[in-house]
């Protein structure tokens, strides 16, 4: 079995020195021990998981997840970000505050999602994970109304799962995908009844067909 990522450890390397130093983001990235990828994922995807009724959130939030995913599938080890998004960042004082106030939660974190039932996400498995994991990004990245919170919870689970290679995470996931799927075929056959009938109604105002 694995060693745990060692979330609160990673984050106070990060986030120690000078506190009026600046950490970037291609920085904060960097320093992630390959995890980067599926933690600024995660980031980005969890305003889909509270249902904020915001619209255009899920597309706002879904296409800089879709051009992390292509980096991530051309190999790049470290998502590049445009230079004027790397460069910001926050003062290391401001964060190890953050970090302070944080470390009950991130403690609870690291105690529920943990290294188990590894080969759910090693070899085959972890590649057919990877296919389904970028499949749950672009149905969030399309506008596809009322099709939003089931596929931000997969991704999330997905995520935690490769973030700490935790089987458990990684088959709620796959409950999740599952249901996505089912509920995204539901919603698109509704939309093609709904767009039907009305074509139907316009032809019969205007021609009387």
């Known amino acids: 079995m694995k060693d745990n990522f060692g979330l609160l450890q990673t984050l106070e390397e990060l986030f120690a020195g000078d506190r009026k130093s600046l950490l970037t983001l291609d920085e904060f990235l960097s320093g992630l021990h390959g995890r980067s990828y599926a933690f600024a994922i995660a980031a980005l995807n969890v305003?889909?998981?509270?249902?904020?009724?915001?619209?255009?959130?899920?597309?706002?939030t879904g296409l800089p997840m879709v051009f992390l995913l292509v980096q991530f599938f051309a190999g790049r080890e470290v998502p590049r970000l445009p230079v004027l998004i790397g460069r910001r960042g926050l003062r290391r004082g401001k964060l190890q505050t953050f970090l302070g106030r944080a470390r009950r939660c991130i403690r609870w974190l690291e105690d529920t999602v943990h290294a188990r039932h590894e080969w759910w996400v090693n070899g085959m498995p972890r590649r057919?994970?990877?296919?389904?994991?970028?499949?749950?990004?672009?149905?969030?990245?399309?506008?596809?109304?009322?099709?939003?919170?089931?596929?931000?919870?997969?991704?999330?689970?997905?995520?935690?799962?490769?973030?700490e290679d935790d089987g458990v995470m990684a088959m709620l996931g796959w409950l999740l995908t599952l249901t996505t799927a089912i509920w995204t075929v539901f919603l698109l056959m509704v939309g093609h009844a709904a767009i039907m009938a009305a074509i139907a109604m316009i032809k019969h105002a205007a021609f009387g067909q």
């Open 47 to 60: 305003p889909n998981c509270i249902p904020t009724g915001i619209p255009w959130l899920s597309t706002i």
């Open 128 to 163: 057919i994970l990877l296919v389904a994991w970028a499949a749950n990004i672009v149905i969030l990245a399309l506008p596809i109304p009322f099709d939003n919170f089931l596929p931000a919870w997969a991704i999330m689970f997905f995520c935690l799962a490769l973030i």
